[in-house]
């Protein structure tokens, strides 16, 4: 009877398994209830570039002090730019679980084009691109997880003397030369207060700012970037610190965004009573004017590391944080995160509707109407067009010469390739048309008239003789 018993619960066992469909591995391909170690982020982060191929761009943008790799990640291609980074102080490394967590299931979305938690993550991440950075501090977290075994007879000697009386090594904040990442930043550089004045497992800003290694490689990598909306995990207090040094202009914007931030998270917004030395939200705020946040993961842990028993709590407060930020960066508000850099987008992109027509005009020689779809869905944006398309009329002579099409054609399509919209020649009205109608509008046009469609990716163009 025991025997027959152990027989069906372990083919029920096995039903279950066989009935599990191949994207549970997929989505569980990280684990982040261990403590979650720079070698097993090394190892997952391989894992998922062999699951997820182009839809990751993998860089190691520096190394620190001792030698470990500082990861990037990339995922999505758009326009805004979103930076979330981790583990800057070494016992604070529960957020590495977390972006890891994030960066899976962002990325699973992303490659089955499902929605996470309503969040359309291909339409976010086709407009942004999300930089992670899950480790910031690769010698100092090593540091607090396995103490001094992990490090060469040297390194033990140069952590001791940094170390001074501390024999805990959990309590750990700064890099492994005791010098403190996140009082390193060209922002009222050396005032930190408690400064202990020399090398120290925290506080101690370094001798000038972005001396250490991993200060720098993350200060040359955000000015590579330009990030609009920069979200720095530390821990622990389960708050959300967002002030100083944002530029009065973008205030606004900027409590906005923390609110919001604050609304998803369910944590509290908190301003430091006095002014910050060296911390990185405050560096991009001042050096970039975007959005810089820094929430506090976990329940308050005093000067020990956030145990991964909190993690549930924290990836149900931060699971969509990155997608959020894609979607503000996205908004009116969002716009103004970045609008010097958005304006200029906007000439060029007039321009480069301009030069089409320049160009449509030497192929055909003639052409009537113009109907332009895709990103085109403002009222300015229709009147810019139609002034453009009114000195074309001038170009209106020639014939339409069809013969040698094929050449043209792929001189069009490489020149659709590079541009972002779609362009619609055809009889009739000047029309702003929507993606939406665009299907329908092609098809009402192809019936009665000549048509000449040329594709290119996701972009069409189509010709109509008269
Ligand atoms: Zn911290």
């Known amino acids: 009877m025991k025997k027959l018993k152990f027989g069906l619960i372990s083919l029920l066992v096995l039903i279950l398994i066989a009935a599990c469909p191949g994207y549970v591995y997929a989505y569980n391909m990280i684990n982040p209830y261990q403590v979650y170690t ?7 982060i391989n894992k998922l570039k062999q699951e997820y191929g182009d839809l990751m761009e993998v860089e190691i943008i520096g ?20 930076f979330i980074n981790a583990s800057c102080h070494a016992r604070e490394h529960i957020g590495t679980n977390l972006t890891m967590k994030m960066l899976e299931y962002y990325l699973y979305h992303l490659k089955n084009g499902t929605p996470f ?10 407009h942004n691109k999300i930089y992670f950075v899950p480790m910031v ?16 007879p040297e390194q033990q000697k140069v952590i001791r003397s940094v170390a001074g009386k501390l024999t805990d090594y959990r309590k750990w904040k700064a890099n492994a030369m005791g010098i403190d990442l996140n009082r390193q930043y060209d922002v009222n550089f050396g005032n930190a207060v408690q400064n202990p004045g020399k090398p120290y497992p925290w506080n101690w800003p370094g001798k000038y700012p972005e001396q250490a290694r991993e200060a720098k490689a993350l200060a040359d990598f955000a000015r590579r970037i330009k990030p609009d909306i920069t979200i720095s995990y530390h821990a622990s207090g389960n708050v959300i610190y967002y002030d ?22 369910g944590y509290p917004l908190a301003k430091i009573g006095y002014p910050t030395s060296g911390g990185f939200s405050p560096w991009i705020r001042k050096e970039f004017k975007t959005i810089a946040i820094t929430p506090e993961l976990g329940k308050h842990a005093g000067d020990y590391p956030v145990p991964v028993r909190e993690f549930n709590n924290i990836w149900k407060a931060n699971k969509t944080l990155g ?17 010097s850099r958005r304006l200029i987008e906007e000439q060029e992109r007039l321009k480069a509707i301009q030069d089409f027509i320049d160009e449509a005009a030497k192929f055909t020689g003639r052409l009537n109407y113009y109907n332009f779809v895709g990103k085109v869905t403002k009222e300015e944006d229709i009147e810019k067009i139609k002034e453009a398309l009114e000195k074309l009329d001038e170009l209106r002579s020639k014939p339409i010469n ?24 055809s009889n009739g009205e000047i029309k702003v048309l929507t993606v939406d109608n665009y299907l329908s509008e092609l098809t009402d046009l192809a019936d009665d008239k000549k048509v000449m469609t040329l594709y290119s990716g996701q972009n069409k163009l189509l010709l109509i003789q008269e």
């Open 323 to 339: 997608l959020a930020s894609a979607a503000f960066n996205l908004s009116d508000l969002g716009v103004l995160a970045n609008s």
């Open 244 to 265: 100083q040094w944002i530029a009065p202009e973008n205030v606004k914007r900027d409590i906005t965004y923390a609110r919001l931030m604050s609304r998803i998270t």
């Open 38 to 44: 720079y070698e097993q982020m090394v190892l997952d």
């Open 63 to 82: 190394q620190s002090e001792f030698g470990r790799d500082i990861y990037a990640i990339k995922i999505g291609n758009g326009l805004g730019t979103i």
């Open 402 to 425: 069809m013969q040698n099409a094929t050449a043209q054609q792929k001189s069009f399509i490489d020149y659709v390739k590079n541009t972002k919209y779609t362009v619609v020649v």
């Open 117 to 126: 938690e309503g969040y359309d993550v291909n339409y976010l991440l086709s």
């Open 137 to 152: 501090n690769p010698d100092g977290v090593t540091l607090v997880q396995k103490g001094l075994s992990a490090f060469t």
